[in-house]
């Protein structure tokens, strides 16, 4: 990886909408079942839409939708922000390590992109980045992407949702962890690096059998990389 | 006390709290100096966010998603095809569930 100033081209941005496409169908599943359990919450066709628009976090809305009440009393109104919070903490995680990468980009650019950066346009770009890759248009493009199907989805999903009851039974519900596996493997390193993805599994392990939610992510990932700080490369066999 | 919050007004909390997040690492990373150390932490850090999103739903869906996704990275490890590897994962699992694994 070089430190030179990324680019951004039509080109790049062709080719994260062309990535993107092995998740889609994926994608397009949990949209149609967010829309149904919209419905079901009593949410209107704008709220269903407009919140999948803006808030672009499909595992979070989910959750929020479960404690969400018709008409929302102000305690639940607190616990569904502070529930989709909690969720979408590993996006602190996920901006941070795009830092590197993209700090020589103007602000005024890389502020609105941040706008659609979710998990799939993330791992997209980060693999395309580990394998030398310098055009940022590949994270907005696939982001862009992944976007237009989450939220337009979820209209079709809210009106017929009740089609698409159990995207389990199809195995679709493995879609987002298949694709973080696939990813893994052009990120691995040799066993020598592997280290901070030890420690890593271990602690997201133990604190998913001990605390609800989602804080294992959170706690994973955080000592996973403070191994990689700590252990480093250690015989000077990688600059 | 209102006895209710308006939908949208909540909505609207929900996108702001997430967009804060996305922005919020990014922000700042770009006030702490890039040390060697910080540097390690930010490149071990994306390895990390997968393992520790993967490890726990692996475990917790039992035998069906772990061999779903054993399948996934050992199909990823010989054929490099992402698309290949993630069909392969949603495949093993819609077999396995109708025939009610």
């Given at each position: 990886m070089s430190d030179a100033m990324p680019q951004f081209t039509r080109a790049g941005f062709l080719l994260g909408v062309r990535l993107s496409l092995p998740i889609l169908p994926g994608i397009a599943a949990f949209a149609l079942a967010y829309g149904t359990v919209a419905v079901q919450k009593g949410l209107t066709l704008a709220e269903a839409a407009v919140m999948s628009a803006l808030v672009y976090a499909g595992a979070s809305q989910l959750v929020g939708l479960e404690i969400?009440?018709?008409?929302?009393?102000p305690a639940a109104a607190v616990a569904v922000v502070g529930v989709v919070a909690a969720i979408n903490l590993r996006l602190i995680l996920m901006g941070a390590a795009l830092r590197p990468w993209?700090?020589?980009?103007?602000a005024r650019q890389v502020y609105p992109a941040l706008g659609i950066l979710t998990d799939a346009n993330w791992v997209i770009a980060l693999r395309y980045r580990a394998e030398g890759g310098n055009d940022w248009a590949v994270l907005v493009g696939s982001g862009l992407v992944i976007w237009m199907v989450w939220a337009g989805a979820a209209i079709p999903g809210y009106l017929f949702g009740a089609l698409v009851a159990d995207p389990r039974r199809w195995g679709l519900d493995l879609m987002m962890p298949a694709f973080f596996v696939a990813m893994l493997v052009p990120l691995w390193r040799g066993p020598r690096r592997s280290l901070p993805w030890i420690v890593s599994g271990v602690v997201s392990l133990a604190t998913a059998e001990l605390v609800a939610g989602y804080w294992f992510i959170v706690t994973g990932a955080v000592t996973g990389s403070l191994a990689g700080a700590i252990l480093g490369p250690r015989d000077g066999g990688d600059a | 006390m209102p006895d209710s919050v308006p939908a949208w007004l909540v909505i609207l909390a929900m996108a702001a709290v997430t967009y804060g997040l996305r922005a919020g690492g990014y922000l700042v990373m770009g006030r702490v100096t890039l040390t060697p150390p910080v540097r390690r932490a930010l490149e071990a850090l994306p390895g990390a966010i997968l393992i520790a999103t993967v490890a726990p739903v692996a475990l917790r869906g039992g035998g069906v998603a772990l061999a779903a996704l054993a399948v996934t990275a050992a199909v990823m490890a010989l054929s490099r095809k992402d698309t290949l590897a993630v069909a392969a994962a949603v495949g093993v699992a819609a077999l396995a569930r109708s025939f009610g694994l």
């Open positions: 969400w009440t018709t008409p929302l009393t993209l700090g020589g980009v103007p | -």
